[in-house]
């Protein structure tokens, strides 16, 4: 599975915003968890959510944090780890089944946090909900660690869960892009979406994915859907910074092939290269 949904009130009515890739087979997916199961196994939690050896960067690397938990998809915290390697982070995941758990002090040391996309057809109401149910977890450690300097980076449902109901870090909110004006996607399937990016027309992995309605100083429009609904936006909050997209960068080359979609990983991957830089630049370029 891949990005997520939501029921809210937005632009004066109620909606849902679904989403989510289909995932493996059956067989495969046996095999996946039969690997997560096996690598879980003595792996014990760092009690409350405290930091240890295992959180800190000995190399050198940036870290980013990214959750990996029931309220993202199967697969989308690996495809956004392969992306954050690729460009030089180093990656520990975060959530409930995780040797690192939220808590206080859980941020400490990272450069990034990294919300992923969520299960296809979950309403945004609900993977908050996951999220809150979670003993460590609240919405403030997040807010926080990017108040006073750090980077969160949202991936489809994690870019809705940048708005409300969510963490509410945009100067703004998102909306449901399949249910915009003019939208060239229509229903929740896996498709591929054409944006403009910094202007040049690229074809992106999408399924049921935000657009951006946001304004404010800082604030940086990377890629525009069709219909010229923001679909990658950077944006100040305190001291740090945010950055969403809609479309899913990070899509490995199997979410293709699982589809029948023209492969577009590598333009993808560069894309999200991009967005990162962004992100993590002391003054973002337009």
């Known amino acids: 599975a891949a990005p997520g949904g939501r029921g809210a009130a937005w632009a004066g009515g109620p909606f849902r915003r ?7 087979p059956p067989a495969a997916l046996a095999v996946a968890a ?4 096996a ?5 014990s939690p760092v ?12 190399d050198g690397r940036p870290l980013a944090l990214v959750y990996r938990g029931p309220a993202a998809c199967e697969g989308c915290p690996e495809a956004a780890r392969e992306l954050l390697e690729r460009d030089g982070f180093a990656v520990r995941y975060v959530g409930p089944e995780e040797r690192l758990r939220f808590g206080a002090g859980v941020l400490a040391g990272a450069a990034l946090y990294v919300q992923p996309g969520g299960t296809n057809g979950q309403e945004v109401s609900t993977a908050w909900g996951l999220l809150q149910r979670d003993p460590g977890f609240s919405p403030e450690l997040v807010r926080d660690f990017v108040r006073g300097g750090g980077r969160y980076l949202g991936l489809c449902m994690g870019g809705y869960l940048a708005g409300d109901p969510g963490y509410d870090l945009l100067p703004g909110d998102s909306g449901q892009y399949i249910h915009s004006r ?3 996607v229509t229903d929740e399937q896996d498709r591929l979406v054409d944006v403009a990016w910094r202007g040049r027309p690229q074809r992106m992995y999408f399924q049921d994915g935000p657009y951006f309605d946001v304004d404010g100083p800082g604030v940086d429009v990377l890629a525009r859907y069709s ?9 100040p909050y305190g001291a740090g910074r945010v950055a969403v997209s809609g479309p899913h960068p990070e899509a490995p080359a199997d979410w293709y092939r699982d589809y029948h979609l023209p492969d577009e990983s590598k333009t993808g991957l560069g894309l999200g290269a991009d967005l990162l830089h962004d992100l993590m630049a002391a003054t973002p370029s337009s």
Not at 34 to 37: E, K, N, S, Y
Not at 47 to 58: L, R, T
Not at 228 to 235: I, S, Y
């Open 227 to 235: 219909n010229g609904r923001a679909a990658a936006v950077t944006a």
């Open 47 to 58: 009690p409350d959510g405290a930091a240890d050896d295992a959180v800190a960067a000995a």
């Open 182 to 184: 003019g939208a060239t």
């Open 34 to 37: 039969a690997l997560l199961t």
């Open 39 to 43: 690598s879980a196994c003595g792996a």
């Open 18 to 24: 679904g989403g989510g890739r289909a995932g493996p």
